[in-house]
């Protein structure tokens, strides 16, 4: 009896240690930390879940309180009396059904709202595309004829409206500081509000299930400033810079036109166009930061593992591995770090 | 004794055996097909489990190789597969068919035959689905045929092999172009097989409840378990043809390229996500209503009062039952779906923790004020009310539908779902096996031991999913083969949880193994119970009741033990214990004969057709593959030829009757 009666009471300490700890202590914060919101949209969001929350934990106190007591309080002891046999009270019925439909009618109506709210694009949004592939996203920027991936650039205070499709399967879009999530389906267009109060990075993922790398298909939002915005814009409409002849640059960009172009576009290196590509375009490729689809960030040995081996890197890869030499590698980071 | 003429009319001799192998092979004894049904599913639980652990020693680190992603995803999804289909829900099947006609004072259930029929599709279901892993391509499905997507050559496993779809299948993703190869074939096809068994099963339990009740059992003095199977065998009849249908679609995608789901030629990849939730949302309740009716069965006769609200908590679980089918998009609040849906499908899912409610109330009711004895099967019922109370909380915060659409596709709902699944529906599961142990082996299991595997459970299970609420919050998505190095600590506490509940389910089989030879010999009522099954004795008899009770109220059992005083307190009948003495010389030695259903084999073999006929059409384009479709289709129809011109031989149980 002393046993089991103190192996529960360290059962619920740790149990209670363990739930305790969850909120409480903390960890430090992931990058995709969905409880920190950067921008209105996932303000709103954030502020209509905290209310339930404590709900919540009102009621999750009350009722395990309750069986915790039962248990302890009516516990079969030497002595104890029969139990009358109560076969319920209809008035207690129906307070305890009442009560929780006040609770939900009163969550429901901001519910309401805000899915209403949150759902349509504002009208002086500025509208970016937003494609996903099996495993990177792909932004156009249809006003000014902008295409890039990996990571979308948006003006920071202002309302983006991202339309959003699928080149391939459903995937799912979520930057989780700037709104929820949305899918990406294939043949059918999604809409996502997005700002960000501040510039900065924000880091997002593909959240539906999207075959083998699903778990590396990243996503990057740089927020900018109005002025850097409109300069990026710019920039990315200029093409890439012919290679100094003779540098290992030039040599790279052989390498590139040979082994690369049948998927890429590096203007105005490579034949293939815009909307006839397997992989993101490489013009701009250094404005980026990451590579192979967001998941790891620029290095050159990150680079040279990837290009060494792609699909060793990120299983399932479209990008084969090309057998790359060392040399040829080399010269192709050289030419890579020339497209700014 | 069988004529001459009689053995004339069929080609077969009806099969006789009592014991050993093709007894249980013939068999139409519920019991018998109950037990049958929780090995299997027990099985299985173990497989599933074993496939989570491997989950959660690659998670135990955020950059592991311990499993390539083709294994990672092929494990996650038969997981998921595996506790859903092969384990909760046969184990809720394996209770209905042991108990439902016990608790309703019938002698079997209305189509024995069909009953076997259901367990053998159900097995074969289940082994077709998972030998998919020897015949499927060893590389994992990946890639548009001829743009084929690449792996290193390190990453082709046999364990690859798996079905990497999620249990949820979604399209295109698990189309012919992005799963190649024949392993979700195996995944959609099983499922299609193991849907046909519990559509049998449904249809059974209806006619059963409907039709074998004892005199005087009206429909509101049947214990709540009872009720549930039959909210339960509704859920199934309604929900189970419309994800056969999305199957059958899915098949043909794949096979016969129809394009259902396929956007490229006008179909449409959300309607798969809205046949498959409107199936797949009923189904949580198919997965959960068994063991609510069994924490109903045992919460009054450990309180040692009866269930509070019983009418409340009756109508309560049909209410889930109808709710259960008007809230399947609330899966879906991030695909897009109008903001009008959604509000919608929102409202439906706080409605539907209306009766969650007051199931929750009525429960802490009967404790209250109760004299409780905290034995094993009432320790797990207690496990079961606090972790889905939990369960039902998270579920409310998905209801506010901005705010789902952060947790949505993270860890946060994987807390949240095995709050409900594994907290919920399998504990109450083990408290049923415990409950109900001393009925099926007439022995009871030792009780220290079960305190130990509780303990161990409710501590390792708390370990394993709390910390995923926060995991999901700090955003780690599922199914994910890589996360966050930041998120390593608190995965590493969730994997150790995960080797608790492992540690725990040992000392399980060993209470299970060893009580089932040695335990104490239980005797008549050893939980001084309250319904009909435990007015017989145990082992319960083969022919379960030798004289068929006539039923006065609720509780029935209980009211012939016990009367009450002045103030309400039971009181013991001076005759009780003779009564039950006699009940248990009786129950054992039946004063007239009784017949039973006789055994066949037609069931075994008909269910035997089915997963050739699924190996056909998997390989339909090659000759062994259309041979296999002849095959199985002729096994199937010669048997329900044989079933269908089967003499109605009379066997007895009892007293030999003279001729």
New interface residues.
Partial sequence: MVR?RS??LL?LA??AL??GA??VIG?????????DPKGPF?R??DD??WP??WV?VV??VL??G??LL??VL???RPG??????????TR??II??VI??VI?AS??VP??K???E???CGQNSYPVEVIGH?WWFEYRYPEAGVQTANVMVIPAGREVCASMTSD???H?F?V?AL?????L????T??LRLQADEPGLY?G????????????MKAQVRAVTEDEFQTWLTAQLEPALQPVEGSPAAEGLTVFQNRCTQCHTATPFSSVGLENF?GPNLTHFMDRGVIAGAYKDYSRENLAAWLA????EK???????LKLTQQEIDALIAFLETLQ | MTTAAERAATIFRRPAPEKGIWSWITTVDHKRIGVMYGYSAFIFFIIGGLEALLLRIHLSQAESNFLTAAEYNGLFTTHGVTMVFLVIMPMGAAFMNYLLPLMIGARDVAFPRLNALSYWIFLFGGLFLYSGILFSGMAAPIGVEGVSGNLDPSDITRLGALPDGGWFFYQPNASRDFSPGTAVDFAALGLQILGIASLISAVNFIVTIFNLRAKGMRLLRMPVFIWMSLVVAFLLLFSLPIIAIALFMVTFDRQFGTLFFDATGGGDPILWQHLFWLFGHPEVYILILPAMGIVSEILPVFSRKPLFGYAAVVFAGAGIGFLGFGVWAHHMFASGITPAAQAGFGIATMTIAVPTGVKIFNWLGTMWLGRIRLAPPMLFAIGFLAMFTIGGLSGVTHSIVPSDWQQTDTYYIVGHFHYVLFGGAIFGIFGGLYYWFPKFAGRMLNERLGKIHFWLWFIGFNMTFAPMHWLGFQGMIRRTWRYHPSLEFWNQIVSIGAFIIALGLVVFIFNWVRSRRHGPIAGMDPWDARTLEWSIPNPTPVHNFSTVPTVHGLDEFWHRKYGEDDEGRPVRKDDADSYVARLGEEGNDPAVPIHLPNPTYFPFLMAAGLPLIGYGIIFHTSAVGKALIAIGVLLSLSALMGWATEPLEEGHHGPVEAH
């Fill in positions: 089991s192996g529960r059962a740790a149990a363990f739930l969850c909120s960890i430090p914060d992931s990058p995709l930390n969905a409880l996932a709103r969001i209509l879940f339930v929350f919540a009621v999750f009722v395990e309750g069986f039962a248990a009516f516990r079969d104890r009396k029969e139990p009358r046999q109560i076969h319920g009270n207690l019925e305890w059904t929780p439909i939900l969550i429901a519910t309401f805000g899915v209403f949150l759902t349509e099996q391939d399967v459903i799912n979520w989780p709104n929820g999530k949305r899918y389906v294939p043949g059918q999604t809409l880091q993922q593909c959240a539906e299930f999207c075959g083998l790398s699903h778990a590396l397997y081996n792609p699909p060793g299983p399932g890869s479209y990008m084969p591995d």
